[in-house]
């Protein structure tokens, strides 16, 4: 009788550790938002496991089910855009100029007292924005050497952003003894510019989205506040092939000075904001990213001046968490023709457009710096979802003005 108690004590046990490892790997592989009509069902299936929601999604959450009886978790819930984009795959130019002033890098003055380093004994931390001096707000670099060499050495207030915190500190400048000019030992960063690929244009909104990720700062890698910026026209002309261990590039220039489109937004899902145009293009669907599934994909790209072209590549992996912006899957290109020419994925192609099953699901991101043939890319969904918050930011923007 004994036996028989444990014998089946250990079957429970298999049984309780295979459910709690299915309800393990099903919240892994669901995302925890996702956008379906209001009232129907979800469904998910894996190789593992499947789940389907048997609740109503009338209250914008709903429990997602394994095996229709055991709680996985509850997701939030949101009706999806019914929406259609023009595909672009073109490169652009951006021209950037920052929101106040970024600290790139700290510097000691050699003064005559000795070395000084009267921005670090401020306070002031790489990748902190200066917004102003002195109750003086400041955009350029100019502005805060011209201040700093003003000021024969009076104590200075500083206000400053340093991610979501806004904070003020003191800065006493030093005579510099090499020139004899009053300086702060920081320095700073006003503007950018570079070339990425055009994801889609929205027609209803006549916005874009472009990049699949935000700039950032080459020193700092934090997002550069946007201020102003300018969309240009881009020629490429040529490739610099990417190679294990030194990613690749698209090299151009700037076409033309006269731009055509503006900034509306840098974020981490990339950049958005308006054309003067609307561009020639597909008219293609938006894939939800529950939609969105392993295997083959195309990419659409521009990597000479014959225009965009699909290559072929497949999804490795797909992280529905989207715990990190911009690497929301993993991407492997397999187009013998594109890795010819590229070696896979090269700096100029963030924003390129990713089609599955006849839709836009997402775009690529970022290139694996010791595999030049795989890479990361960022829902569709999430690009779409910035893009119309941004137009309607800059709709009420419009409207006040």
């Known amino acids: 009788m004994q036996k028989k108690i444990q014998f089946f004590t250990k079957i429970v046990a298999v049984l309780a550790a295979a459910v709690l490892t ?14 379906i009509p209001k009232g129907s069902t979800l469904s998910w299936k894996s190789g593992i496991v499947s789940a389907k929601d048997s609740l109503s999604s009338e209250d914008n959450t709903m429990q997602l089910m394994l095996f229709q009886s055991i709680p996985v978790k509850t997701v939030q819930v949101s009706t999806p855009i019914e929406n259609s984009v023009i595909l672009c795959g073109t490169p652009f130019g951006i021209r950037m100029f920052t929101n106040g002033v970024m600290v790139v890098d700290m ?24 917004v102003s001096i ?36 003191t800065l006493h400048p030093v005579l510099s003894k090499v020139d004899n000019t009053y300086k702060a030992g920081m320095w700073v960063r006003d503007s950018t510019a570079g070339i990425g690929t055009l994801t889609f244009y929205d027609q209803k909104s006549q916005c874009f989205g472009g990049l699949g990720h935000g700039i950032c700062d ?45 900034l509306g937004a840098n974020t981490s899902c990339g950049v ?33 001046n014959e225009g965009p072209k699909y290559y072929s590549a497949v999804l490795e992996s797909i992280n529905y968490h989207g715990d990190q912006e911009g690497k929301n899957f993993v991407l492997r290109i397999t ?67």
């Open 22 to 35: 299915s309800v393990a790997v099903a919240d892994r592989y669901t995302a925890d938002q996702y956008a």
């Open 107 to 130: 510097a000691q003055i050699l003064t005559h007292e000795g070395a000084e380093d009267p921005a670090q004994e401020a306070g002031i931390q790489i990748g902190d924005i200066i």
């Open 134 to 169: 002195n109750g003086e707000n400041v955009y350029e670099n100019g502005e805060i050497a011209e201040r700093v060499e003003a000021s024969n050495g009076e104590p200075m207030n500083i206000k400053l952003k340093r991610g979501s915190e806004t904070m003020s500190v």
């Open 218 to 262: 080459a020193d700092t890698y934090e997002l550069m506040p946007l201020r102003t910026g300018d969309i240009l026209p881009v020629t490429i002309s040529g490739v610099t092939k990417g190679m294990r261990g030194t990613p690749g590039e698209l090299r151009g220039y700037f076409s033309d000075d006269e731009a055509i489109g503006s």
């Open 272 to 304: 958005f904001g308006m054309l003067e145009q609307e561009p020639v293009g597909t008219v293609t669907q938006i894939g939800l990213k529950q939609s969105v599934q392993t295997g083959e994909v195309q990419i659409l790209t521009t990597i000479d």
């Open 335 to 401: 187009d013998s023709k594109l890795l010819e020419k590229t070696g896979g994925i090269v700096q100029g192609m963030s924003g390129s457009p990713i089609i599955q099953n006849g839709k836009l699901i997402g775009a690529v991101t970022h290139v694996f710096v010791n595999d030049p043939t795989r890479g990361y890319g960022i829902f569709a969904e999430n690009m779409l979802n910035q893009s119309n918050t941004v137009s309607n930011i800059m709709d009420s923007l419009n409207s006040v003005a």
